[in-house]
């Protein structure tokens, strides 16, 4: 087999191998970590995880303890409202971001710099310290203990429209200006010259506003009070709380919690990276 | 699609209408909470207690607050030791995934699991990991070096943690890398291979010249993040710090003394305002550095 | 497992002796305001129990709508972590649920702000059910009143690994008793094994002050105490074993549940715990389990020590009368009796603890651990005290390790502690 690069010409043999090698030596550090982690929760409970040398390879794989996860915490019911709050997540980002970048790169206006500023900023101030003051707020607005209160303060963030208002900057004007030219007002050329162009960054913002929502922790704890609400890493919370020391039953709720999200990334991988290197057109 | 819109010439659609969302979300959620963070950094409030105004009392106490300083070392420490690796580190990954070789796509998705999965079990991860008695420490033994107190020595505690954070930025900002470099003309790299242009001088006169924006924008973006962290060493020195304290940094003493219902909310609020200050700065530097080079 | 470690770890109370007689003297004047209609819609919101106890607490309820119709009680549980966070915004933002599962130093602050319902006034009818060293644990230096009933105690025995103990030559059948035999066999483990096990994994925190008989507060409990010269004494001993790595070296980052697991994978000789963690030993470290030995607290008071559990009725509700009355039925007798059957826990109830359920043997390990703990709680103490906050416990925990690194004299490290702390106790306000 010949392997060959972009260009077409052929890649040597010795630097192949190097590749490979580099490739897979960073694999090893990149994923092992969560391979230990699965096979950690795939071990019976007969079976001694603390050996040493340690034990690769489960030796007698069962599922036990992923069933004791869904009898102990309602999985199903929680990663559903999980999901809820990531997607939603995904399309209010996408959207508000999307826009408000355009906005900021685009268009002219008093007060641009202005609001560019107070995107800036706000993706300075350290969350950890307002985290109160949000929930006041939402409780003002009466909307505490919902999911919409859960993805409300992220729902667009400050550094996704950052992120956007680089991609658009980065397109050529001459395209657009060619349809102002035609005569194609500001929504029109915000929809089918600019969106189009920036579907790599936008691929981006979807993956972090997915991630993000998936992640968090706290906000969704302090907004949240009623259990039929709660989602998954509340859940994996529990789990931790009352079996710190079963480092299997705590691996296999690491595990639900992350291979949804590697499920996911794997499906869209292709379109995020191709997605990637289109959104960089060349400016 | 230029006959469509010949027809509706020009829709009244306001700029500020696309912008009005996102100043809407960040402002109610973000700003304004933050406002009242500045307004209590000035008072002594508590959780459950009204604060009064007591001037400049909480910034004159941080002047005297070792745990301050200790704070402000370890977070100055994180930029130092974190940023040059994350602005290096994944452009070298960058351009190792960049060449299409059978199978790269799935080393790329990999190398991003990191990024994906979430900080608490990443945490959950590396300290199990790094345990006394852990997989790395085992490794360790049966090659001779020995065990390492990755997780009760002060310094490795910290290193630890940068270790992780670098682990799991990678992936990110390894994704902001490939973008740029999509945008390298290839002409470019070939006409520096015709000079008899070695790789390594094709990375220093070629690369690293055509993404240096996208450098400043991911040293802004990590010594950011670098400045601010809390979850790693959170998670693997505990909440209070590493060994007595001395692994706390600035964000870990914000959540520290500002929450709990004994929580000092005023002198908290006077940290974050440090917290900010210091970001406001940091990220000035970096872009001035920038234009300095520039010119 | 209803009290998990970390919840352990975070309870807190008043110094209370509690005596087994039966009935306190609890003044009978209940008030008007409890005994009111007791109907309509409550809240109640418990810590990280509904993993376990899902059948318990909906059967509970059930019960208690069915024998109080037009009442509706709904039950949230809350994980173990970031529970003060979720009370702390709750109570800053006026969404308090109407009853609420407390420790003493949760209370303490809730109190002090107005927001936690005092029972003396409003329930003290109630008050002769409870033992009555358990009714004052949620009571507050410097204010008058019982801000919330009592609810589960607990306590427990020291487990320590025989086959560690053998290995240094040390008798596996006689665990040490006293401060001093626990500190030279702590030597003897670290010096046979060249520092490779240690016996103990946690520094001393201000329960185990006041175990080793230092005294925490001053009489008025207005400012703390703990660097006298017993706390000094003890300090010194704790840097005598970390230096002979016969305390681990990672104790200064240790938390409950890196010790729990360190005793797991036997790199720790001895570990405090409950009956609850003998199955946990059985299910993960079936080796740890043949040779898990078991003895008693060592104390130089005589007094062991103990958690305790509160129920709390927001001073808030609407529903005055059906809060205190569900407050007051989750915490009876018969429904923490019935409880204490499910889980390894006490119940705080004048009496429950003659049951022979608490006093018979049958010869298994749980059996013998239960009745010992419920023997123990008949003179045990809440060493923590009431006002001790999250940042004091920093504060302690971090001066401590300051003084086993050397960076301070013991005295130096507990002189500072203490300052520190009473700065924070003054600023509670």
């Not at chain 1, 029109?188 to 993000?212: D, Y």
């Not at chain 2, 969302?21 to 963070?37: E, W």
């Not at chain 3, 173990?80 to 420790?103: C, F």
């Not at chain 3, 925190?205 to 660097?227: C, H, I, K, S």
Request: charged letters at 20%.
């Amino acid at each position: 087999m010949k392997v060959t690069d972009d260009s077409g010409r052929r890649i040597k043999v010795w630097e192949l191998v190097l590749r490979y090698t580099l490739l897979l030596a960073v694999l090893a550090l990149t994923v092992g970590p969560f391979l230990w982690q699965l096979s950690t929760s795939l071990k019976g409970p007969t079976e001694n995880i603390y050996t040493s040398p340690p034990q690769f390879l489960p030796g007698e794989p069962t599922l036990h303890n992923y069933e004791r996860v869904a009898d102990t915490i309602p999985v199903w019911d929680y990663a559903l409202n999980s999901v809820k709050v990531a997607t939603a997540n995904v399309v209010t980002n996408c959207v508000g971001a999307a826009l408000a970048g355009y906005a900021l790169a685009r268009l002219r206006y008093r007060g641009r710099r202005a609001a560019t500023l107070a995107f800036i900023l706000a993706m300075l101030v350290p969350v950890e310290g307002i985290i109160i003051a949000q929930f006041t707020t939402m409780r003002d607005l009466g909307l505490n203990n919902t999911l919409i209160a859960v993805v409300l303060p992220g729902c667009i963030g400050a550094m996704n429209v950052l992120l956007m208002r680089n991609a658009f900057l980065n397109l050529p004007y001459e395209i657009e200006e060619a349809a102002f030219v035609d005569g194609a007002n500001v929504w029109q050329r915000f929809t089918r010259i600019a969106l189009p162009s920036v579907k790599g960054t936008l691929a981006v913002v979807a993956i972090f506003a997915f991630m993000g929502a998936w992640d968090d922790f706290l906000w969704p704890l302090i907004v949240l009070s009623d259990p039929s609400k709660f989602t998954l890493t509340i859940g994996l919370n529990y789990l931790h709380g009352t079996f710190a020391n079963d480092e299997r039953l705590v691996a296999a709720g690491t595990v639900i919690a992350v291979a949804p999200l590697i499920a996911l990334f794997a499906c869209l991988q292709r379109y995020f990276f191709r997605g990637v290197g289109e959104g960089a057109v060349k400016g | 699609m230029a006959t469509a819109s010949r027809v509706r010439r020009q829709l009244p659609v306001s700029p500020w209408l696309f912008a009005a969302p996102g100043l809407l979300v960040i402002g109610a959620f973000v700003l304004y909470p933050f406002v009242s963070t500045l307004i209590n950094a000035f008072t002594d409030r508590r959780t459950l207690i009204e604060g009064e105004f007591v001037g400049l009392a909480n910034f004159r106490e941080l002047l005297h607050d070792d745990m301050f300083w200790i704070g402000l070392r370890n977070s100055t420490l994180y930029v130092l030791g974190v940023v040059p690796a994350l602005v290096v580190l994944p452009l070298l990954l960058a351009l190792l995934v960049q060449k299409n070789i059978p199978g790269i796509a799935f080393f790329r998705s990999a190398f991003y699991t990191p990024v994906v999965a979430s900080i608490v079990v990443v945490g959950l991860i590396w300290v199990w990991l790094l345990d006394e008695r852990g997989l790395v420490n085992a490794v360790l033994e049966t090659i001779g070096v020995g065990r390492v107190g990755f997780l009760s020595d002060q310094w490795l505690l910290l290193l630890s943690a940068m270790a992780v954070t670098v682990w799991k930025g990678l992936g990110y900002y390894m994704i902001i890398y490939l973008a740029a470099l999509a945008n390298v003309p290839r002409e470019l790299h070939e006409a520096a291979a015709v000079d008899g242009a070695g790789a390594v001088r094709r990375f220093l006169t070629v690369t690293v010249p055509a993404v240096r924006s996208t450098m400043v924008l991911v040293g802004a973006l990590s010594s950011v993040a670098a400045f601010k962290v809390f979850s790693e060493v959170y998670l693997m020195a505990g909440p209070s710090g590493g060994p007595a304290g001395e692994d706390t940094t600035l964000v870990m003493l914000v959540q520290r003394t500002g929450t709990g219902l004994t929580g000092r909310v005023g002198y908290a609020s006077a940290i974050s305002v440090v917290v900010f200050v210091i970001t406001v700065a940091l990220m000035l530097l970096v872009l001035r550095a920038d234009r300095r080079s520039e010119t | 497992m209803p009290v998990s470690r970390r919840k352990l770890a975070a309870a807190l109370a008043v110094c209370v002796v509690l005596p087994l007689s039966a009935c306190g003297s609890g003044d009978d004047g209940g008030s008007s305001d409890a005994s009111g209609k007791i109907e309509g819609d409550i809240t109640f919101q418990t810590w990280n129990l509904r993993a376990n106890f899902k059948d318990y607490f909906e059967g509970l309820i059930a019960d208690f709508e069915k024998k109080h119709p037009g009442t509706h009680v709904k039950w949230v549980d809350q994980p173990a972590e970031g529970y003060a966070d979720k009370i702390s915004a709750d109570a800053a933002g006026g969404t308090l649920p109407d009853v609420v599962n407390v420790s003493p130093d949760l209370v303490a602050p809730l109190a002090k702000a107005g927001l936690a319902l005092d029972l003396d006034k409003d329930a003290g009818q109630y008050r002769k059910e409870y033992l009555d060293g358990a009714w004052a644990s949620h009571q507050i230096p410097g204010m008058s009143g019982t801000y919330a009933f009592p609810w589960y105690l607990n306590t427990g025995p020291l487990f320590y690994n025989k086959s560690l103990f053998e290995k240094a030559g040390l008798p596996a059948d006689q665990p040490p008793t006293t401060y001093d035999e626990l500190f030279e066999d702590a030597l003897t483990i670290a010096e046979k094994t060249d520092g490779k096990v240690a016996t103990l994994a946690n520094v001393p925190t201000v329960e185990d002050f006041g175990r080793y008989g230092v005294p925490l507060m001053n009489q008025e409990g207005t400012g703390f105490a703990f660097n006298d010269p017993k706390g000094v004494e003890l300090l010194t001993k704790y840097k005598e074993l970390y230096d002979a790595k016969a305390l681990d070296p990672q104790a200064l980052t240790a938390t409950p549940e890196s010790s729990g697991k360190k005793f797991l994978t036997e790199a720790v000789a001895m570990n405090p715990g409950s009956a609850l963690d003998l199955g946990n030993f059985k299910k993960q470290a079936p080796n740890l389990y043949k040779n898990i030995g078991i003895t008693d607290q060592i104390t130089s008071t005589g007094h062991v020590n103990m958690y305790v559990m509160g129920v709390m009725v927001n001073s808030q509700t609407k529903r005055k009368p059906a809060a205190i009355a569900f407050a007051h039925y989750v915490t009876d007798a018969q429904r923490q009796m019935s409880f204490a059957k499910k889980v390894a826990i006490f119940p705080s109830t004048a009496g429950s603890l003659d049951d022979p359920y608490f006093t018979e043997e049958d010869g298994t390990d749980e059996t013998r651990v239960r009745v010992a703990a419920a023997k123990s709680l008949k003179n045990a103490v809440n060493y923590t005290p009431v006002l001790f906050s999250e940042q004091m416990k920093t504060e302690l925990r971090n001066e401590v390790a300051k003084a086993l690194q050397g960076k301070e004299s013991p005295k130096e490290a507990l002189d500072n502690a203490v300052k520190a702390c009473d700065r924070l106790l003054q600023q509670q306000g």
